[in-house]
């Protein structure tokens, strides 16, 4: 392609000129769009936005079980609890998307029938539903938990509590709930979300090959 002659008063294009110019326009063009960049330039800071926190409610465990492991179904050397087996997934973030490595993860919600592990709820859960799980997060931040799919009780939709601390610090107070579920327009703390909160906190309970998969990610504040 012909370069153009020089304007009126500008220095005229001499080959080393010409060299500098072409060697600038070059550079411009390798850093339009590298491909190594782009991930780098979507990490900005509160790239993710937080999970919605909601209130812990009223039955958190005032004494947790002596079993506090990750399946909900087995209590202790009782026989496994009834419910639909969900298997409980997710990843736990900051805003920038780092795992929360060493942060735990607790959940707990009420049994088959409806009733929690709390003299609030006359202690009527099953003694067979530990009804409260704690995992500890790995490098990956990734949890898991065997549990039952949520059930309704009075006045409130399916949902189980989740809660999510690193060290003596609490990040994250909040609630998961069951895609498509017909008690969720009629849920007060459901609907409080809106349509952004609600997608985040709001997701399928789909067969596996061992019970229902259910995954949340989990963002949390840096």
């Known amino acids: 392609?012909?370069?153009?002659?020089?304007?009126?008063?500008?220095?005229?294009?001499?080959?080393?000129?010409?060299?500098?110019?072409?060697?600038?326009?070059?550079?411009?063009?390798?850093?339009?769009?590298?491909?190594w960049l782009t991930p780098a330039l979507a990490r900005t800071p509160n790239a993710l936005n937080p999970t919605p926190s909601q209130t812990e409610g009223p039955f958190y465990p005032v004494s947790l079980p002596a079993d506090t492991d990750f399946d909900l179904l087995r209590n202790g050397t009782a026989p496994e609890a009834p419910g639909q087996v969900t298997w409980l997934t997710g990843t736990v973030t900051d805003t920038r998307g780092r795992p929360l490595s060493g942060g735990v993860v607790e959940i707990w919600q009420c049994d088959h029938q409806g009733h929690y592990h709390h003299p609030g709820d006359g202690n009527r859960a099953d003694p067979a539903f530990q009804g409260f799980g704690r995992v500890t997060l790995?490098?990956?931040?990734?949890?898991?938990?065997?549990?039952?799919r949520p059930v309704p009780y009075t006045g409130r939709t399916p949902h189980i509590h989740a809660k999510v601390r690193l060290d003596r610090q609490e990040l994250l107070t909040t609630?998961?709930?069951?895609?498509?579920?017909?008690?969720?327009?009629?849920?007060?703390?459901?609907?409080?979300?809106g349509p952004e909160g609600q997608a985040a906190l709001t997701r399928p309970f789909t067969p596996g090959p061992d019970g229902l998969q259910a995954d949340f990610p989990l963002v949390v504040r840096p």
Do not use: E, I, K
């Open 138 to 148: 790995g490098r990956d931040g990734r949890y898991r938990f065997r549990t039952l």
């Open 175 to 193: 609630q998961l709930y069951v895609q498509g579920d017909p008690g969720n327009a009629r849920d007060v703390l459901w609907r409080r979300l």
């Open 1 to 35: 392609m012909p370069l153009r002659p020089p304007l009126p008063g500008s220095a005229p294009a001499t080959p080393a000129r010409r060299r500098v110019l072409a060697g600038a326009a070059g550079l411009c063009a390798g850093l339009a769009a590298p491909a």
